[in-house]
């Protein structure tokens, strides 16, 4: 190395991938001690934007599940469906290997979201054999079409959210 030359110091790389990176970091050279405070700013607020939209996305996922536990409860069908569970999971994996991330820690991040909407649904069954509900169901295939429309979006939410993590800020000497 030159004498001269510059060096560069990491200040934080975050990670969240559970089987591989993201391959999109960002790295970003500073000259100056203030730039690194406003780029530090401006990364929480993209980590924070990022983090936001991804739980909003869940969230009406999360919203849509105590109309799919009602249809359940009066069709008598089961809460876990294996066989959408897993042509869903697939379909991630997939879509994930083609934006670039890694499908297997697509696949874990759905799984829970998919484990988590089957305890909304039980502990509403659990309610209801107390106190049945007294309305009637919504149309089961209108409701899977709008899960259905969300995990894309839920997808690249949460790929968005891992390249904000994984970017790093390069100071030089």
């Not at 939209?53 to 009406?60: A, I, M, P, Y």
């Not at 996922?61 to 697939?90: C, N, T």
């Not at 379909?91 to 499908?103: D, F, K, R």
């Not at 904000?164 to 390069?170: F, G, P, R």
Request: glycine fraction near 2%; hydrophobic fraction near 40%.
């Amino acid at each position: 190395m030159k004498p001269n030359s510059k060096k560069p110091i990491i200040i934080g790389l975050l990670t969240s991938s559970l089987c591989c990176s993201h391959p999109h970091g960002t790295v970003v050279e500073l000259k100056n001690h203030n730039a690194t405070n406003d780029l530090r700013m401006t990364r929480r607020t993209k980590l924070a934007e990022a983090t936001d939209e991804l739980n909003r996305l869940v969230q009406d996922r999360f919203e849509m599940m105590p109309a799919v536990a009602l249809y359940k409860w009066h069709s008598g069908k089961p809460i876990e469906d294996l066989e959408r569970e897993q042509v869903l999971l697939v379909q991630v994996a997939e879509l994930a290997e083609s934006q670039g991330a890694c499908p297997d820690a697509a696949s874990l991040y759905f799984q829970g979201l998919i484990d988590q909407s089957k305890i909304i649904q039980r502990k509403l069954h659990e309610s209801w054999k107390i106190s049945p509900p007294d309305h009637k169901s919504a149309d089961i295939d209108l409701l899977r079409k709008e899960i259905d429309s969300l995990t894309p979006r839920i997808l690249r939410a949460w790929i968005h959210l891992l390249e904000v993590e994984s970017s790093e800020i390069t100071l030089t000497n």
